[in-house]
């Protein structure tokens, strides 16, 4: 790939010089995500990583998968798979052309994130190239490789603005022997009192989610995932209805891709809030991640909504919407705290002090 990553070089270094912004490209299936990019014009080039394919080096044995940012996300799946592994963070792919340098630059994660964790928490090592045209190397292939700055970990969700990732080694997780999932008829208020209720309970949910069906009733889903006994006793405790097979598979890789009919609304705002937090009334909702992730399906007005979110203790972002219209003030993620926001500031201005990469793309204005 050397070739590869020579071109790449030429072409940061050649716009830098000519300072012209970059925006970097991988499969486009996230497109959608994040604050618009500028329409491609003489003042900016389009960085192509899909030259960058190819799994580099995985030993099922060790747990760790590393391959280049281009190379498709399904491909990595399918490869884990033949070894009975996973990606543990369930990430969605919404569609074929979906590469792992995408799914760990916008660091969107499944229903497996409940008991998986974020993505954040399995990069153990990334390649960077950087506005000065340098590749910098984070991390490494095993799992305490860590001194100083996790700057791996910095760079999922960060949509690009610090420079282009290049090459990723992911943690794995062995696949679960037995999958199972239970349903339950139960209105929101009620179905999100039971999730809290299993927090603490040593129960193997690997997954929730909750949706209305009609009126004020709704659909309570759980997948448990893990040893046989340890799912049998947990359906002796938890109750519920035993979803067939196929049906429940097919109803979680709708849900990660975002293929039901609820996410075809116009508009949907994605919030993260504590535990325990209740209802939210905004408006037609989808509950994952025991509670911790509400999806709403509604043209809402931003100021309103994060006021909403940050009293329940976290954030909204306004995930995507079908029609062009406009966007908060402050782009579609919750504005920074002041803090925070230096932080970020000082950051990109050492690894991208031009702001050639993604300009605006995660933070308005930067």
Not at 318 to 325: A, C
Request: charged share 15%; with cysteine; glycine share 12%.
């Amino acid at each position: 790939m050397d070739h590869v990553i020579a071109q790449l070089r030429e072409q940061v270094l050649d716009a830098a010089n000519k300072k012209n912004t970059i925006l970097i490209e991988g499969g486009g299936t996230k497109g959608f995500y994040g604050n618009r990019a500028p329409q491609l014009a003489s003042s900016c080039v389009a960085l192509k990583l899909s030259g960058l394919r190819g799994i580099v080096n995985y030993q099922p044995t060790e747990l760790v998968v590393t391959a280049w940012a281009g190379t498709p996300l399904q491909e990595v799946i399918d490869t884990l798979a033949a070894s009975q592994q996973i990606l543990a963070f369930d990430p969605p792919t919404f569609g074929a052309q979906a590469t792992l340098g995408g799914c760990v630059a916008a660091g969107l994660a499944g229903p497996g994130r409940y008991a998986g964790g974020p993505v954040k928490d399995y990069v153990l090592g990334t390649q960077l190239l950087t506005a000065s045209g340098n590749v910098l190397k984070f991390g490494g292939e095993v799992m305490k490789n860590v001194a100083g700055y996790d700057v791996s970990r910095l760079l999922v969700g960060s949509m690009g603005m610090f420079g282009a990732l290049t090459q990723i080694s992911v943690k794995v997780a062995p696949k679960p022997q037995e999958v199972c999932t239970l349903e339950f008829d139960l209105d929101e208020a009620k179905a999100l009192a039971l999730c809290h209720s299993w927090r603490p309970q040593p129960l193997p949910i690997s997954a929730t989610a909750w949706q209305v069906t009609e009126g004020a009733s709704g659909c309570l889903r759980v997948r448990l995932a893990g040893a046989g006994a340890a799912l049998k006793a947990a359906r002796q405790k938890m109750g519920g209805q035993v979803v067939p097979e196929l049906q429940a598979f097919e109803y979680w890789a709708a849900l990660r891709e975002q293929t039901l009919s609820f996410f075809a609304a116009p508009t949907l705002w994605r919030l993260a809030v504590a535990p325990g937090t209740p209802a939210l009334n905004l408006g037609p909702t989808l509950i994952e991640w025991g509670g911790g992730q509400r999806w709403v399906a509604a043209d809402l007005e931003a100021l309103a909504v994060r006021r909403v979110a940050e009293r329940a203790g976290g954030h909204a972002t306004l995930f995507r919407q079908l029609f062009e219209g406009a966007i908060p003030e402050q782009g579609v993620f919750q504005p920074l705290a002041a803090g925070v926001l230096d932080v970020v500031n000082r950051l990109k201005h050492e690894f991208d002090p031009q702001g050639l990469f993604n300009p605006g793309r995660l933070v308005h204005g930067l």
